[in-house]
C-alpha cells in the first residue's frame, strides 16, 4: 500500500509503503488504523478493498480508472511519481534482490530517503544516531519482521 501526505498546496511532504497480506477488507483497515491520521482524506483507484479506509476515521473518496492513464487523472499525479521514482530507485541499487524476502526493508529504506529528503545534511547524521541509540537485538527478534509483512 502507498500513500502519499500533501501540503496545503498540494506538494507530496511524506510518503508511507507497506506491504501487505492482501487487498482485502481487513488487511486495508487494519493498515488505515495503524498509519493513518483519523481526520485523513483518502483518495483511491476505486478497488472496493479501500473503502475499509472509514474504519479507522477517514474520508474515501474512490476514483474509477475506468481504462484511464495515470496522467488522465490529477488526484493521482504524485502517487504516480513517488511510484515511479520508487521503481527507478529499486532498479538502480538493487540489481539482483529478493522483493519477496525483503519488501518490507526495500520500502522502509526508500521511504526513510523521501521523508527526510528537505535536511539531507543531517540524513547520515541521523542515521548514525539511530543506529548506536537502538538497542542490540538477536538475529530472531530482527526477522520477526520479516515474517508478518
Given at each position: 500500500?502507498?500513500?502519499v ?5 498540494g ?7 507497506n ?7 481487513k488487511?486495508i483497515?487494519s493498515?488505515?488504523k495503524?498509519h ?5 482524506t ?5 478497488l472496493a478493498?479501500f473503502g475499509a479506509v472509514?474504519?479507522a476515521g477517514?474520508?474515501h473518496?474512490?476514483?474509477v480508472?475506468?481504462?484511464r492513464?495515470?496522467?488522465?487523472v490529477?488526484e493521482f499525479r ?5 511510484l ?10 538493487y540489481h539482483?534482490?529478493?522483493?519477496q524476502k525483503y519488501?518490507?526493508?526495500y520500502?522502509?529504506?526508500f ?9 539531507l ?5 541521523r ?7 537502538t ?6 527478534v530482527?526477522?520477526?519482521a520479516?515474517?508478518?509483512?
Amino acid at each position: 500500500v502507498a500513500a502519499v501526505s500533501l501540503s496545503e498546496e498540494g506538494r507530496p511532504i511524506r510518503v508511507r509503503l507497506n506491504p501487505v497480506a492482501g487487498f482485502t477488507l481487513k488487511a486495508i483497515s487494519s493498515w488505515a488504523k495503524d498509519h493513518l491520521a483519523p481526520t485523513s482524506t483518502v483518495f483511491s483507484d476505486g478497488l472496493a478493498c479501500f473503502g475499509a479506509v472509514t474504519d479507522a476515521g477517514c474520508s474515501h473518496h474512490p476514483t474509477v480508472m475506468a481504462g484511464r492513464k495515470p496522467k488522465e487523472v490529477p488526484e493521482f499525479r504524485w502517487i504516480n511519481t513517488v511510484l515511479g521514482n520508487l521503481k527507478t530507485s529499486v532498479s538502480g541499487c538493487y540489481h539482483a534482490f529478493d522483493f519477496q524476502k525483503y519488501a518490507a526493508r526495500y520500502l522502509a529504506a526508500f521511504s526513510y530517503r523521501f521523508n527526510r529528503r528537505f535536511d539531507l545534511r543531517t540524513l547520515h547524521q541521523r542515521l548514525i544516531i539511530a543506529a548506536v541509540s537502538t538497542p542490540p537485538h538477536p538475529m530472531r527478534v530482527i526477522r520477526v519482521a520479516d515474517v508478518h509483512c
